[in-house]
T-cell receptor, first 119, second 112 residues
């Protein structure tokens, strides 16, 4: 299957700093990528839909100024957690769809996740 | 609207025994259903999907699922579980715009 790569896989930062997480589709192009957040022992919560060349669409309750998303190319989306605080500590996962799999039937491929710890 | 229910938070099974993870769905229109697995501290891996066609879908790692329209179910099965199958399993409906909305999932624990 298609491969989605996330970097970094884990990051520790000080409160007040910003952290950027990259999501890359390695062997396919993705006009749309999705960012999820997962708390310990809980399900995935969709944060936003990242659209190549346009603004991201955020889910209700997600602060767009807090979680900046940029989808500059068909293979790269970035999530920047700005002015991070301890409550932002979480497991962030991105996913993407292979364009060649069709509009409505292609499965989503997920990155390995990025664990953010804010001290 | 699309939704699924996984009635069991956790399933315990002995290695070598059959494994079943239950899922019932409620969708409008044609259901697009997916099973994903998440190993500890990892991303999600695609197991299988039902879009149309044969009700019995075979997927990765020896898993299969049967789409049952009359019972609105899409249970995941494996004839002989392995310890390495211990993970978190998600049954997921595909909504418009390719969004996947996750429920709580079912944690599978396979004991040696």
């Amino acid at each position: 299957g298609a491969v989605v790569s996330q970097h970094p896989s884990w990051v520790i930062c000080k409160s007040g700093t910003s952290v950027k997480i990259e999501c890359r589709s390695l062997d396919f192009q993705a006009t749309t990528m999705f960012w999820y957040r997962q708390f310990p022992k809980q399900s995935l919560m969709l944060m936003a839909t990242s659209n190549e060349g346009s603004k991201a669409t955020y889910e209700q309750g997600v602060e767009k100024d807090k979680f900046l998303i940029n989808h500059a190319s068909l293979t790269l989306s970035t999530l920047t957690v700005t002015s991070a605080h301890p409550e932002d500590s979480s497991f962030y996962i991105c996913s993407a769809r292979d364009l060649t799999s069709g509009t409505n039937t292609g499965e989503l491929f997920f990155g390995e996740g990025s664990r953010l710890t804010v001290l | 609207a699309q939704s699924v229910a996984q009635p069991e938070d956790q399933v315990n099974v002995a290695e070598g025994n059959p494994l079943t993870v239950k899922c019932t769905y409620s969708v409008s229109g044609n259901p697009y259903l997916f099973w994903y697995v998440q190993y500890p501290n990892r991303g999600l891996q695609f197991l299988l999907k039902y879009i149309t066609g044969d009700n019995l879908v075979k997927g990765s790692y020896g898993f299969e699922a049967e789409f049952n329209k009359s019972q609105t179910s899409f249970h995941l099965k494996k004839p002989s579980a392995l310890v390495s199958d211990s993970a978190l399993y998600f049954c997921v409906p595909r909504a418009a715009g390719n969004k996947l909305t996750f429920g709580g999932g079912t944690r599978v624990l396979v004991k040696p």
